[in-house]
């Protein structure tokens, strides 16, 4: 009997080995052909290609492997700021499909039921082809609150101008450290003694006390520098000064914060309704007021159920952000297996690279998210 | 006669405050509603600032009043209950009111009024509205792409074809319903791919490939009269043998030259595009995908270790990566790893590509199936003496897929609308079509109209494939 478990298992090796076998022989004689040599020794070599937009310092004499950081950081950019928008716009579509109020209902189910049924590829076009150029030139803009300038050549914020921003960082991390050590320095007094403490607003108070006091005590200054129209040349202008979010950035975080957005309303509206009535009854017989069942009873039972595949959907995000290259934002995939392949001509070198970074995101982002989602699960003893 | 108390309407001056209350909110639907249509500005004798908030105000206190419980009337009851709740829901509802009537006359006049119907070129199009002459003048290319003008009625007779073909199971007897499975994952798809490539690419009647496909045909047309007791052996077989003797017995080089008349002119696949090749690759990678991940799902909770760690590894590789990598590797990395004479047509890689990605997807859902089922399920087939195959085929497949339609739907439509992205092997489909289009010197500018039009096509498409699988889902609900 050992036998007709071994057979399938050897056939299924053999054939992925001698597919595998099969693939590395040909490359190999093809890479012989065209004289390239396997290799990463590329990546320290100078890329000589310029990047539109990017976090880190970098121009054409920088090496490849800088290259590829630069799109690295751009992918996570836009993925978190889709993520952070869309965990947003999710939550609150996903209570207002919840609502009792039928138009409120209504407006919900059909922004969910619009923009989960058109690819995102068209969305994003749509978004930067059509609807972002009819923005109006820079000479033309009218400022919203007199800072903000919003144009066709991209959303100009003023930025603030730092010293000694790391003592500024520091005070912020150690406002949330010591938010942590409240928070569990409270549980165990409720704990032990059934005493509640305001967590909230101490979190609050710590969190705006301890910035205050670095910028009196650790000589931190901020000021604020308003972007102004410049004139390059006859008919050109621009915005100088402040932070210029290319409308590249604008029409992708958009694009993908409000299609993902959908699919994490539908989660967050089986969570709510996966919650049974009675736990709200229950809850609200012992005496817990409103804000407590929500807080207490309601959302811990929810966020069970609501968190797994709104992880998914963080994962699709990032990975749909190399969607990226068709509006030429300078992402992982357009710098690295664009314009980088293209130059050195190394497919599998490149491609490999890529698709290992977006498996490590991908794989890093589940992880954490299981280790959360286990910290929360209900422990049955 | 009561008091009258406006901050705390109840039902004893119930018509009191209802006509003041409808007529406060009629009032406040009025002033926006000539606003916004006829530009007439009823509250402009006030200060800006008042006369901008005076609808919302007006229609606030109008549904304050109207907000009365235990009334009797009836609508007014329906009223309060669904907008009405209480203070907040009250403007949240004027709100969406308010922006409704805003948003309707400039939306009107874009799409209908100010837009231009006739007209074959883009003078034609002066208003302001949208400029849908150039949808029609471009329509053969978003639905054909660069396919030649003379030859598009293939394509349509193709379509038409294989909608009659699939839809024969609506009509299948009692008799036949029990092949229609085999019909569905063997014939079909065999019968398409031959529509698709003598009618819409127009290829030669004899070609590497069609020994295998005769060879499958007969086959299986034999195979109808074999016992059950040798089926799977005679399919491991014989489709085989006749392939071979096909190829190397049957080999008259008068009959391959005779095949490789064409019918048709040969139209490349670099030529195909618009509307009609998304439905070609949706179609073909739906076909391919599920029996794949079907495989693979099964193959990851099997009990070999070897088959087992390969599944995990094979579904979560694809899961992991986007599928514009797998594109991208579809066209540039995967021809190094073929030998020099071997070339892959551009848009076979490219449903490969896609299959096995979304396959790794259909896998993980089938497999939510599985592990739903009770283990009792496993143990009655175990019991009645079932073998691996059996078990599955006859008992734990039929109620795990049943469970799963709409997961599989909801894969199928996020193929759908992956399709686009087909543009990064330089296969434009009706976005890339769009944005080829949209480049044109003679017609710059309507990028808009584009894009809307693509937007309803899609909109249409997926709409109704999720509103089929849920009545799917509603058809094969059984209690369990």
Partial sequence: ?381 | MNKLNFLSPDKNNLYAYLYSGIGLFSLSILIVFLNSFFSLDLTSFLPGTISYFLPLILGFMGLHLIRIEYSGVKFLEVINKNINTNKFNALLSLLIIFAVIKSLPPLLSWFIIDANFAGDSKDACSGSGACWAYIKTWFNRFMYGMYPNAEQWRINLSFIALAFLGGVGFFATEKFKKYLTLYYVVVYPIIAFLFIFFFISGGPIFFDFSYGIIAAVISIIIGFFIPSKFKMYYFLIIPITIYILLKYVFFYEELIELGKIQAFEWVETGAWGGLSLTFIVSFFCLIFCFPVGLFLSLGRRSDLPIIKYISIGFIEFWRGVPLITVLFMSSVMFPMFLPEDMFIDKLVRVIIAISLFEAAYVAEVIRGGLQALPRGQYDAAKSLGMGYWKMHIFVILPQALKLVIPGIANTFLALVKDTPLIFVVGLLEIVGMLNLAKTNPEWLGFAMEGYVFASIVFFIICYAMSKYSYNLEQKYKTER
């Fill in chain 1, 1 to 381: 009997m050992n036998f007709k478990k071994i057979l399938p298992q050897l056939l299924t090796l053999v054939v992925v080995i001698l597919v595998f076998v099969f693939f590395s022989y040909n490359a190999q004689v093809n890479m012989e052909n065209r004289g390239i040599t396997f290799g990463y020794g590329f990546l320290s070599q100078e890329s000589s290609f310029d990047v539109q937009f990017s976090l880190i310092e970098y121009d054409g004499s920088h090496s490849y492997f800088r290259a590829y950081l630069v799109g690295l950081l751009n992918t996570i950019l836009v993925s978190v700021i889709g993520i952070v928008f869309a965990t947003i716009i999710g939550v609150i579509v996903g209570i207002a499909r919840l609502s009792s109020n039928y138009l409120i209902e209504r407006t919900a189910a059909i922004y969910v039921e619009f923009f989960r049924n058109i690819p995102l590829l068209l969305q994003i076009f749509f978004w930067y082809f059509a609807a972002l150029r009819a923005l109006p030139l820079p000479e033309k803009a009218e400022p919203i609150f007199g800072v903000f300038f919003l144009t066709i050549k991209g959303f100009f914020v003023p930025a603030f101008v730092w010293n000694n921003l790391d003592i500024f960082i520091y005070s912020v991390i150690a406002a949330i450290i010591a938010i942590v050590f409240v928070r569990l320095y409270a549980k165990k007094k409720q704990e032990n003694q059934g005493i509640q403490t305001p967590v909230l607003s101490i979190s609050i108070g710590l969190l705006i006390i301890l910035p205050l006091l670095s910028f009196f005590l650790g000589g931190v200054d901020a000021s604020v520098e308003i972007p102004v129209i410049e004139q390059l040349s006859k008919t050109s202008f621009t915005f100088k000064g402040g932070l210029k979010l290319p409308p590249e950035l604008i029409s992708l975080a958009l694009a993908l914060s409000l299609y993902t957005a959908t699919f994490i309303a539908e989660c967050v509206r089986a969570g709510v309704q996966g919650v049974s009535k009675g736990q709200k009854e229950a809850a609200a017989s012992i005496g817990l007021t409103p804000n407590q069942v929500l807080k207490l009873v309601v959302m811990p039972q929810a966020l069970r159920i609501i968190i797994p595949p709104t992880t998914n959907q963080y994962l699709n995000l990032t990975k749909n952000s190399s969607l990226a290259a068709a509006i030429a934002y300078p992402d992982l995939v357009l710098v690295f297996a664009g314009t980088a392949l293209m130059q050195t001509g190394r497919a599998i070198e490149i491609v490999s690279i890529t698709m290992l970074t977006y498996l490590t995101l991908s794989i890093t982002i589940s992880i954490f998210m299981n280790w959360y989602n286990k910290k929360i699960a209900i422990k049955e003893k």
